[in-house]
């Protein structure tokens, strides 16, 4: 099992950065497909980014790529979501996910963990 919490959120004006962190326990991060998803209020919930266990693929949606980048450290258990050019219908609250799998994508009946959200909010 891994527990995860996710930082990093707050409050940016249109065209500015933030990067999001998820911190996963136990010893077995590096076993885990991660992703970014993000709920804004009145919608459902959106897939923003994926990553497979090993790094080496990633996933964005359509509205993201290129201004957002996940990355993920496992010597730290620490998945991250860099967003850039943030725009005020980027403005959600930001999950990240764990998925016992080498990559779950956007499909978020494919992850088994959920971090307890942080906020982000972008005023124009």
């Known amino acids: 099992q891994v527990q995860l919490v996710e930082s990093g959120g707050g409050l940016v004006q249109a065209g500015g950065s933030l990067r999001l962190s998820c911190a996963a326990s136990?010893?077995?991060?590096?076993?885990?497909?991660m992703g970014w998803f993000r709920r804004a209020p009145g919608k459902e919930r959106e897939f923003v980014a994926a990553?497979?266990?090993?790094?080496?693929?990633?996933a964005y949606t359509d509205s993201v790529r290129g201004r957002f980048t996940i990355s993920r450290d496992d010597a730290k258990n620490v998945v991250y979501l860099q967003m850039n050019s943030l725009k005020p219908e980027d403005t959600a609250v930001y999950y990240c996910?764990?998925?016992?799998?080498?990559?779950?994508?956007?499909?978020?009946?494919?992850?088994?963990?959920w971090g307890q959200g942080t906020q982000v909010t972008v005023s124009s």
């Open positions: 996910a764990a998925a016992q799998a080498y990559y779950s994508g956007s499909n978020y009946r494919g992850y088994d963990y």
């Open positions: 990553i497979t266990r090993s790094g080496g693929r990633t």
């Open positions: 136990g010893r077995t991060f590096s076993s885990y497909a």
